[in-house]
């Protein structure tokens, strides 16, 4: 089992930074593949990003290449998610999750494990 708890958002103003925390608690961590996802009001919730248990392969959707990056540190049993240039579209609830094996890495089925949303709301 791997539980999951992420921190970090809040308001900006668009072009602004924020960096995004999932803590995971749990034995397995360290060999669970970890992303972010986001949902919107009123739309499907989202692919963001995908980092490898060993942090050695990751992937990111179109909408947000070269604004987020994505980390992980084993050491501490965290993922992080760095968003810069952060737009009004960028608004939602951000979530972690997690699982040991995917064949769709964007395809929130594939993840067992759910943090609770951390809100990200960018401003005009």
């Known amino acids: 089992q791997v539980q999951l708890s992420e921190s970090g958002g809040g308001t900006v103003q668009v072009g602004g930074s924020l960096r995004l925390s999932c803590a995971a608690s749990?034995?397995?961590?360290?060999?669970?593949?970890t992303a972010w996802f986001r949902q919107a009001p009123g739309k499907e919730r989202e692919f963001v990003a995908v980092i490898s248990w060993s942090g050695d392969n990751i992937f990111y959707s179109d909408s947000i290449k070269g604004r987020f990056t994505i980390s992980r540190d084993n050491g501490k049993s965290a993922v992080y998610l760095q968003m810069n240039t952060l737009k009004p579209e960028d608004t939602a609830l951000y979530y972690c999750?997690?699982?040991?094996?995917?064949?769709?890495?964007?395809?929130?089925?594939?993840?067992?494990?759910w943090g609770q949303g951390t809100q990200v709301t960018v401003s005009s």
């Open positions: 999750a997690a699982t040991d094996h995917y064949s769709q890495r964007s395809q929130a089925y594939e993840y067992p494990y």
């Open positions: 749990g034995r397995t961590f360290s060999v669970h593949d």
